[in-house]
């Protein structure tokens, strides 16, 4: 019965290092790539975002109208 706690403890720890040692350098970078994703996005964004509005000033569909003048 020790026996058996004390493999069962053993194998218990092994599983721990495993995560240690494996998962979280995994995740860590896993992390790291997305994070690294967002930035990029968030910035390819920021252009698209400058880019549609700069579209808009220039077009004449999204002017405003000055009614009043026009029917002068």
């Known amino acids: 019965l020790n026996c058996d706690s004390e493999l ?11 995560v240690d040692y494996v998962c979280v350098p995994d995740l860590s970078a896993r992390v790291d790539a997305v994070k690294e994703e967002n930035l990029k ?22 002017q405003t109208t000055d009614t009043k003048s026009k029917r002068k």
């Open 8 to 18: 069962k403890q053993t194998a218990l720890q092994t599983d721990i290092l495993d």
């Open 41 to 62: 996005l968030k910035s390819e964004n920021q252009v698209l975002g400058q880019y549609i509005e700069n579209l808009m000033s220039a077009s004449s569909v999204f």
